[in-house]
């Protein structure tokens, strides 16, 4: 397939394009060259003013379209997620389980692992939020299923496979030992509902953790003579902070206290999306709880937040907004970086020879107007059509 792009600006290959003409061979960029004149080909695609980026990777997506992934434990469910998010610019994701019994971890890597293998689109693994996280930083996660981390569960998640595995832990609740050994293995760590130290986040970070689950959120504040697991956080170039930019999770100062401190290339715009992303829906149940929908914010009756009603297109235009960064970089933190800590930097987060051909149209106001992935173009309607209600997918 030869792509003619035109009318808009082209995020390639580290810089910005007015027009290009794109070649795709098996799902693969193979060329990103100026148009030609009177070219034929196979498709033409007028920006209109707006964007072409590369494709939006989410490394938290709890469901979407209606299901949520503790409760759809399947193939048929991530593809129900995946298919929700792809029109909103998501071109690859990690279905992330919170907080379950060792069993359904067990059954979630397999299942992830078959949806690899079976093609769905985008799924690049697993995140596994929980449950070896903090009791008191648990937020919404069901304080029954916390626990501490076991030997078996270290060795399923350390077990060759295709699938990348992220896994949150509180720090101060496992050992670097642990770390070290999930790390060895390929295990991306991550740390978050946390009441760590700033030395207990530090000797985690020594061990290979590589990364913090949204920022802010559900771990102890910075305090100046504490600054515990935020300010390992802000302060360790090595670990890059995962970032809810909804306008609710995180204040939009702090946002931009969080760029001064780590840059675009130490943040990671994620979503933490529950199943009203790509719906109308006003509630849903989590884990026995009803959590209601109001102007794009979940919350639980007593007032917690519930993971997000945000979508990765609504995270980038809403840090530009909120901070003023630049689209390329706003681009970079929500496809770029991601891949970079998936170790995925040699196939995702860039249009460019080599790449695969996942990239996502934005208009000149940053709503999504059209995604690829694998040079293939999604609709919402196209890649749901023949798929089952969602009330099937949660039996």
Known sequence: MILSVTNGRIVAAGTILTAAEIVVENGLVTAVRPPRNGAAYDVELDLAGGWLLPGLIDTQVNGGGGVL???????????AIG??????????????LISASPDRIVTAVEVVEQ????GVPGVLGLHVEGPYINFERRG???????????????????????????LTIAPECSDVE??????????IVSLGHSNATYEEARAAMDAGATAVTHLFNAMSPLEHRAPGLVGAALDDPRCVC???????????SV????????????????TDAMPSVGTTADSFMLQGKRIDVREGVCRYADGTLAGSDLDMAAAVRNLVAYTGVSVPEAAKMASAVPARLLGLEGTHGSIAVGM??????????????????????????AIQDGWPDSDVLTR
């Open 69 to 79: 992934f503790n409760d759809a434990i399947s193939v048929e469910g991530i593809r």
């Open 83 to 96: 298919a929700a998010h792809a029109p909103l610019g998501t071109t690859a994701f990690l279905p992330t």
């Open 115 to 118: 949806a690899i293998q079976a």
């Open 140 to 166: 919404i996660h069901d304080g029954q299923a916390i626990r501490t981390i076991d030997p078996e569960i270290v060795a399923l998640l350390s077990r060759p496979r295709r699938a990348r595995i992220l």
């Open 178 to 187: 642990t770390i070290e050994q999930l790390t060895r293995a390929g295990v």
């Open 242 to 252: 995962g970032l809810i930019v909804d306008g609710v999770h995180v204040r939009e």
């Open 255 to 270: 946002l931009r206290i969080a760029l001064a401190a780590k840059g675009s290339d130490g943040i990671m715009l994620v």
């Open 356 to 381: 695969r051909a996942d990239w996502v149209h934005l208009d000149a106001d940053l709503q999504p107007r059209g995604t690829w992935i694998g040079g293939e173009p999604l609709s919402g309607r």
